[in-house]
């Protein structure tokens, strides 16, 4: 039986109208030593969408999102989310502000020597002060049903599959009910039948949950599974923006060489 997925207050006081941007990048540029990674790139996320970033490897990608909770700081640029001038936020600011982001990166990597509950558990007692214990039975409870994985909670990440420990990684990133989730290739690594798994179980966990994503990828499957709409990075700009369907049909050979 699915478990109710219960509302924090900060969800509801975060939320902004219809087509207004929680996040939105203008003129980011960054270098590492000489190199230009990101050279001018504007983009915005809407409220409650999946938005799927393209880009071939080394274009930037992972570097966008670092730099968009601070991991990585620009060279110039700005960046706001909910309205918050990231660039300008003092460290517990920022620390505030990251607990709203879940980030599922691509290791993913679980904590070896705790079971799935007590891996579950670390982040929520961090980030979710307000919760009872049996609230925080609950919730662990609810995330490991809505991953698919409700009687995981004693096993230790060693038993899991690749494609479990992924689901379990997405249930701790999820469990502290982020309003925004930056996904950085999010199926990489994993098989083709277990990667449109975790497609679908993003989607599915996007509806639940009420996010709005970043889906970094360049697992056509995953963004066909998740995109409302793809932008493609390409020498460190937005190349194109558009919807899936805009990007199926196009004659760009830049396009193309994604869909194939
Ligand atoms: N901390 C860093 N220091 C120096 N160079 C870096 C750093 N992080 C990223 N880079 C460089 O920036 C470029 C873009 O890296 P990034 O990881 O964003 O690529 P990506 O598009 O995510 O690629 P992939 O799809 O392979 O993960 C690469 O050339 C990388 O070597």
Redesign the pocket.
Known sequence: MKTKQTETFDKVHYKTKNNEPVIEITNLRKS?NN?E?LKDVSLKLFDGENLVVL?K???????LIKCIVRLLNPDGGTISVFDENVMALQRNELNELRKKIGFLFQSGALYDSMTVKQNLEFPLRRIRKDLSEKDIKEKIAEVLENVGLPDAQNKMPSQLSGGMRKRISLARTIVVDPLIMLYD?PTTGLDPATSDEISLLINDVQTKYKTSSII?T?DIACARANANRIVLLLDGAIYKEGSLETFEHSTDPEIKSFFR
């Not at 490897?57 to 570097?63: D, E, I, L, Y």
């Open positions: 590492f190199q990674v880009g490897s080394g274009s930037g990608k992972s570097v290739e970094i360049h």
